[in-house]
């Protein structure tokens, strides 16, 4: 919000009776609203923008813009931060000098670790990051009540509390079960969030025909979870806008965007999100701007591009008044590039503070400060030995349920497989790349462990483990053998949470990840080196999967099709019941 | 709102596990959001769209769509129903059959003479109307204190509750001065407004270079006084979206949408509105209907023109989940029509009712039920007698300053004239077409009488008077002497408020509006052929205008240059203060 005086500041600005804190000199203005590109000037004061032909006006500063294209800093409409392993104030290198300048995050996550507490604590830094961080509320924590233990919950009142705060822009990703389920509470928070003028995200993942249409029916504004352009063509029918998701193995840009520069598809309605995108994908590709750069290399036009990734977001989360275009009394969230056919961020501004040149962050994000508790939320109870992990059966074999992995994505296929049963325990089959699963609860509720099994990773030795495990964030391990799986638990309890990979009874490698379980707080490069050294470990025990922490984390989901485990058992998502790991 | 058990019908419905409460069968829908047409049948249920795809669906009642298209209905993004002469409930059967399903309105006449409790009453039918009227509140009135006696007010508290209103949808269009003057009391509502997440809408009449861009940067949204292509291309460039108006004599449509057409300027950004249009006018043109078919002829796309007059308008006010679509959850809001290059309505349904055929209103409309002091708002302490418009001078004549009026403008010029002292007093001269103007306060709060001349009228005789007297609305009588004038002031203190026009001591004609003395109730053939009437008597009295009483009402405004007239005397617009009726 803008306080009174500082709106006089800026009125007063504009008619030549105040100075300027800053001009920007000499800039091709992108102008989002008209579609069209101007020279110009832009006047900022008090973090805002006063006016883009500020040639005549004092100001306090002047930064030569060079003859580059000015444009509004580009927005991430849906991503969970609290999935990039870094913290929101370290994410800041990784993701502004790329020029993103907001970022619309659900931290459903830390609230599944660690409830409206964690929420607060992770977002306590909000206001003093180098970009805006506005808050979907996540809709559903946990996201399969019932169906698997949380640390912690955020129920109707939490949500309503959270929905109210002016930097809550909308209710998160709701669970499509939850609204065709007719369910009351979710249904309340839908309602909850219309009172307040906010929006609803949908989460509309593999939806079609009439359940797609009630589903929009319960609410939802928009979906990120189209993976083909059919998919965006059958969303934006119904009303629901489109928000193309390029994230680290969900990869939906190019076939989207291919049908809408085919079709000569209006983008008014669409805009961009990388949903979880890994720390070392943001390093090597970028962020918004990798999607916008691809989308002008498969054909669409630099407008149609930006205004997807600033002004389109904006407007359809009702925040156009505050971000999404370089005019008066918006930020000043500035990305400065010599030229639109590939953009280049060469300079960020953001709230009117030049945060990144070339490519480096030049101001020092606040400090990563967390209370004591969000360090410590790993608590085991069971897990820790090889017998803990004994899937009982009678005969020589077993005919089991196999989660089988699709290579990028996070859906699966149900499979079956035939097991040995060694000494009445199901094993796993490394011939046919069949790991065992276990989901171990560390919350110190109840010590469950759900078992089942996997195919895909590839792996013939050892086992790997993560408290990364959507959206619970139980332990989630796989293992050639039950001894290599105790191993990582206990390991993963030692450093309260993190990644783990042992073989032979020995830890090969390790990531901490102590807030919440999630998230590290060391430097970006550390954690990023430290992951490239684990795939590297998998690889040495013959693992295929490019990253596998990653994949892991996603097999324990119980809302994206087919099956999901949790400490709980064995999930049909479809039918949203747990069922047996045997056929 | 939607209540959370309308909400499980719809997405039951949509499900196929509840009837549809109708089906639109066989039509050809137009998608707002993908930009295209498709063959489909809509099912509606509690009043809302649940999808276009019904046709296997079960329906308690079925409509044949006879293969029309059905798009959206209409959105008229500002209007002043209070303006219209006619009560929102009666106001149906002109705008309703023109596909015309929303109006976003602002009842400042009626504040201004009635404060917060005939606000109040005059928008108490909201919810029974066979449109949607949704509320701009009204962020100026009075519309100049200090220069002004009013019935009302609206202060900071007063806008604050209406803006608390689901109903409420903006803060309405803020006078640039108070911006531009910084004045805190209406940064103060535009902050209101803000933190509940509704818009600020402007009205940069004439304004130009920094000045526009000063007013951009006090929060407004949009502005709906563009008069040139021109104007409106610089109000987008500073991110302020345009609502084409075309009014009873604002007419702004074709040079704007020349320019769209010429240029293919984007029109997402852009939308329609009457702002003040007359009864007649309404019954001869249409509404919305027409600014669209009219867009269409100049060229414009049918589908951009059918966006501009819904989706865009929708998502501007931030009720893109309400209205302005045919998609999933949103009001059955229908028009059907046979061929979108000339669109005519057949049908037009509101709330999945079938409200209008052919032309014609087919259901009531609710009562016009106004509470009994709303029709006594005429309380006349002075201005009974001629002498009451005595302006004293000495000496054979005097010089004053006139009010000279433009043709078909409400603006007007600062003239002035040599008149006649009769028995001390300044006589108005029909050769010089200058007749006694005067402003009497007509609230029993001080008797005021404000005094001057008007030129351009034509009359020879009598005298015409209005309590319709922007935006103070008290008394304004024209007259070629004194005691007509007195005349015309009992007679309308008689009907309480209206239009009267009197001679040689008679009452000639006279159409009582006795509600707020802004409305009739009574219905709408018989106020347009009073109003006919009562021009052919200003005829006979060999006026020359051709709607003198529309011309009348606008003299008073303080706010519009060059000159107003208030009970407190002649305004000087432009020094916004009061100046004597002498040179």
Chains 1, 2 share one sequence.
Not at 57 to 65: C, I, K, L, T
Not at 299 to 325: E, T, V
Not at 431 to 436: E, F, G, I
Not at 448 to 457: A, D, M, W, Y
Request: charged content about 20%; glycine content about 8%; some cysteine.
């Amino acid at each position: 919000m803008i306080t009174i005086s500082e709106r006089k500041s800026l009125i007063a600005a504009a008619m030549g009776q105040e100075p300027l804190d800053l001009r920007i000199d000499n800039v091709q203005v992108v102008n989002v609203y008209t579609g069209t590109i101007e020279a110009g000037c832009l006047g900022i004061k008090a973090g805002r923008i006063v006016t883009v032909d500020a040639n005549t006006f004092e100001a306090a500063e002047r930064f030569d813009g060079q003859g580059c294209y000015a444009m509004p800093g580009f927005i991430d409409t849906h991503v969970h931060i609290d999935s990039t392993l870094v913290t929101p104030e370290n994410l800041s290198e990784l993701i502004v000098p790329h020029g993103t300048t907001a970022m619309l995050a659900d931290p459903m996550e830390v609230a599944n670790v660690a409830g409206l507490e964690g929420f607060k604590a992770f977002v306590s830094s909000m206001g003093k990051l180098p970009y805006h961080l506005l808050i979907e509320v996540s809709s559903r924590v946990p996201t399969a009540p019932g169906l698997e233990t949380t640390g912690g919950e955020l129920g109707l009142a939490e949500v309503k509390e959270i929905l109210s705060w002016p930097e809550c822009i909308s209710l998160g990703e709701l669970d499509p079960s939850k609204v065709l389920g007719l369910r009351d509470e979710y249904l309340a928070k839908v309602e909850a969030a219309q009172a307040l003028g906010k929006i609803c995200n949908g989460h509309a993942a593999g939806l079609t025909g009439h359940n797609l249409v009630a589903y929009a029916c319960g609410g939802m504004a928009d979906d990120h979870e189209c993976v083909t352009y059919e998919d965006a063509v059958a969303r934006l029918r119904q009303g629901l806008v489109v928000s193309i998701r390029e994230g680290s193995t969900e990869r939906n840009l190019e076939p989207i965007i291919n049908g809408v520069v085919r079709d000569n598809l209006d983008t008014r309605h669409m805009m961009f999100c990388t949903d979880d995108k890994h720390p070392d994908d943001l390093l090597e590709e970028g962020h918004i701007d990798y999607m916008v750069n691809r989308s002008i290399e498969l054909g669409l036009s630099p407008i149609d591009a930006i205004q997807m990734a600033s002004i389109n977001a904006a407007k359809h989360f009702r925040i156009d008044h505050l971000i999404g275009s370089l005019t008066p009394g918006r930020w000043a969230d500035v990305i400065l590039a010599d030229n639109l056919e590939h953009i280049i961020p060469n300079d960020v501004f953001v709230k009117g503070q030049h945060v990144a040149q070339k490519g480096k962050l030049i101001v020092d994000p606040p400090p990563s400060d967390y209370p004591e508790w969000l360090y410590n939320t790993v608590k085991v109870t069971s897990g820790k030995t090889a017998a803990d992990f004994i899937l009982s059966a009678t005969g020589p074999t077993a005919e089991v349920t196999v989660i089988d992995l699709y290579p990028d994505q996070i859906i699966n296929e149900v499979e079956q497989a035939t097991l040995q049963v060694v000494d009445g325990n199901v094993v796993a089959d490394t011939a046919q790349d069949v790991l065992k699963l276990a989901v171990v609860e560390r919350y110190g509720k109840n010590g469950n462990i759900g078992l089942s099994f996997v195919r895909g990773f590839g792996l013939k030795r050892g086992a790997l483990a993560s408290t990364v495990a959507h959206d619970h964030h139980n332990i989630i391990v796989a293992g050639t053998n039950e001894a290599d799986m105790a191993v990582c638990v206990r390991a993963i309890e030692q450093i309260q949470g993190g990644f783990v990979i042992a073989a032979d009874g020995e830890v090969l490698g390790q990531l901490p990840l102590p807030i919440a379980g999630l998230l590290s707080d060391q430097p970006v490069s550390d954690i990023i080196r430290e992951l490239e050294n684990l795939t590297k470990i998998s690889h040495s025990l013959e693992g295929k999967l490019p990253a596998p922490f990653m994949t892991i984390s996603f097999i324990s989901l119980p809302t994206v099709p087919e099956l999901g485990l949790t400490d709980k058992g064995l999930v049909n998502v479809r039918q949203h019941q747990l069922v047996g790991p045997f056929r």
